[in-house]
């Protein structure tokens, strides 16, 4: 089922993962998932704009997990635990701890050029307009992704066609509804 729709050279190079190794964890709506008890949420952007994000007007979502406490010193990639004042994980009810090992996958695209951009990280609440991370991880940084692999490669046209056919997904066209009888005074039944 999880290679219906996808390139098969795409699906070939897709990790072999044990079933329930990545679950699905959403936090409010927000699209997520989690590996380890770390949770990861989904972000877009501008493309070009990564250190630029405005957290402050994102959704509520967002905006709490900016908001979590972290070491402005510390580079290293989990600084959640020995900061002063700040309670042991252990010590912090589920959904505060859940809270607190979140981090932000973000993705752009250029439409023009097809370039991506995907980043990794802990995001910072930046009502400074500061640096929108504490610390990340770029995943794929302008480059194309191509057979679960980054490469350099620069696109020669915006839209390059597939070697791998894959079926179209099934579409319906809404048509808009009509009211057969006129419309209707205020108080009409």
């Not at 699905?24 to 704009?49: K, M, T």
């Not at 050029?113 to 929108?132: K, P, Q, Y």
């Not at 679960?148 to 390059?160: C, F, Y």
């Not at 009888?181 to 205020?186: T, V, Y």
Request: net charge negative; proline share 8%; aromatic share 6%.
């Amino acid at each position: 089922m999880l290679a219906d729709g996808i390139a098969d050279r795409d699906s070939r190079t897709m990790p072999l993962l044990p079933a329930g190794t990545v679950v699905r964890r959403d936090l409010n709506g927000s699209p997520g998932w989690s590996v380890a008890g770390w949770r990861w949420l989904l972000a877009s952007y501008e493309f070009g704009q990564v250190t630029k994000i405005a957290w402050t007007e994102r959704s509520e979502t967002k905006q709490l997990v900016a908001k979590q406490p972290h070491a402005e010193e510390d580079g290293g990639l989990f600084p959640l635990s020995g900061l002063p004042g700040l309670p042991p994980l252990g010590e912090l009810p589920d959904e505060q701890r859940e809270l607190r090992r979140t981090l932000v996958l973000a993705h752009a695209m250029d439409p023009t050029t097809a370039e991506v951009e995907l980043s990794f990280g802990r995001i910072r609440w930046n009502f400074d307009h500061g640096d929108a991370w504490v610390w990340r991880t770029e995943l794929a940084a302008g480059s194309g992704l191509i057979g679960g692999t980054m490469t350099s490669r620069q696109p020669t046209s915006p839209a390059e066609p597939s070697s791998d056919a894959v079926a179209d997904a099934d579409v319906r066209v809404r048509r808009p509804a009509r009211d057969h009888d006129g419309p209707r005074a205020i108080g009409e039944a």
